[in-house]
C-alpha cells in the first residue's frame, strides 16, 4: 500500500555515513524534516551538516522506538540488517538504501521542477498525466 508521509510531522533518522547519507539527510531536510543523524564516524561534511543533530553513535532501541523512519545508508550489510531487524521490532519504518531483500518500507522517486514554485506541482507531472490519459482512452 502506497503511503505518503509528511517529513515535517513525521521524526525521522539517517543512520549511516558517506555521500549518500549526506544526500539522503539533505534531501530529509529540504522537504521540511529535522532529521537525526547517527553516525559512528560521519565525514566532517556529514558532521557539518548534521550540527546539533548528529548523534555519534549508533541508534539503540529506545532511539528507534522514538522514531517513525530511518534511512540506513553506508553501513555493512551486517549492520544494516540488525539495525533494520531493530527498528522492524519497535514498528519504525525502515528503509535500506540499495538493499530490496532489507527494506521495510519502499521510497517512491521524488520528481522536482526546477522552474516550478514551490507548493505547485511540477510541470513534469502534468505533461506525464496528460501522456498517459491520451494513451489510455485511444
Do not use: M
Amino acid at each position: 500500500i502506497p503511503i505518503t508521509l509528511d517529513p515535517a510531522h513525521t521524526d525521522i533518522a539517517v543512520i549511516g555515513k558517506g555521500p549518500l547519507a549526506l544526500r539522503r539527510f539533505r534531501q530529509l531536510r529540504d522537504l521540511g524534516a529535522d532529521p537525526l543523524l547517527f553516525s559512528e564516524n560521519p565525514e566532517t561534511e556529514l558532521a557539518l551538516e548534521a550540527g546539533q543533530r548528529l548523534r555519534r553513535r549508533a541508534p539503540n532501541r529506545k532511539d528507534l522506538h522514538a522514531l517513525h523512519v530511518v534511512w540506513v545508508v553506508g553501513v555493512s550489510e551486517s549492520k544494516a540488517g540488525a539495525i533494520a531487524a531493530d527498528a522492524r521490532a519497535e514498528k519504525t519504518l525502515v528503509n535500506v538504501e540499495d538493499d530490496l531483500p532489507l527494506y521495510g518500507s519502499l521510497v517512491g522517486s521524488a520528481v522536482e521542477d526546477p522552474v516550478g514554485l514551490p507548493g505547485q506541482k511540477p510541470a513534469l507531472h502534468d505533461q506525464l498525466c496528460e501522456e498517459v490519459l491520451t494513451r489510455v482512452s485511444a
